[in-house]
């Protein structure tokens, strides 16, 4: 465990996955702390409003005790800085999101040099689960449940008028 440093795992998780709680539980092994950080991003179109991805992930991470979740509305190094905490973790699950991951870490690095990004990999059996394919195939009616948290499948059939 790195001694006395935080870490923030920011993104908008719309809906949590299984991929983002491995990440999560990777970064509370190697961090004191951990803060989720979920955007509250109103030019993104939510399937969940914050307070119920912010309700999402307290239940889903209730028993990693080094794990907060937080929301905010910033930049995310103005929020590291405000948090005084220097690194932010992020998630690669393919080679596909490294241009991406890749782009918005060196953009934090010009905004923030003292700030670090480390990527972290999630588990190859959950390395493929992406919020938006999973809330395209949740609206077609199949079983989501190895994506997603029970919790989180529950809400995802309630919103979108499913039953089991």
Do not use: C
């Not at 937080?70 to 190094?77: A, G, I, M, R």
């Amino acid at each position: 465990m790195v001694k006395e440093q935080g870490a923030i795992y920011p993104g908008s998780f719309d809906p949590v996955t299984n991929g983002h709680l491995d990440v999560i539980q990777r970064a509370a092994r190697i961090f004191e702390r951990v803060i989720v950080a979920v955007a509250d991003n109103t030019g993104k179109k939510a399937l969940f409003p914050i307070r119920e991805r912010l309700e999402l992930l307290r239940e889903v991470t209730k028993d990693i005790k080094n794990v907060s979740v937080e929301t905010f509305d910033s930049l995310v190094v103005e929020y590291a800085r405000r948090k005084k905490i220097n690194v932010l973790i992020r998630g690669l699950r393919m080679t596909s999101d490294f241009d991406y991951e890749f782009q918005i870490a060196l953009t934090n690095r010009r905004l923030a040099e003292d700030i670090e990004t480390v990527f972290l990999m999630p588990s190859e059996h959950v390395s493929f689960v992406s919020s938006s394919l999973l809330k395209e195939i949740a609206s077609l009616g199949a079983d989501v449940s190895s994506f997603v948290p029970g919790a989180v499948e529950r809400k995802l059939k309630e919103k979108l008028n499913r039953s089991s």
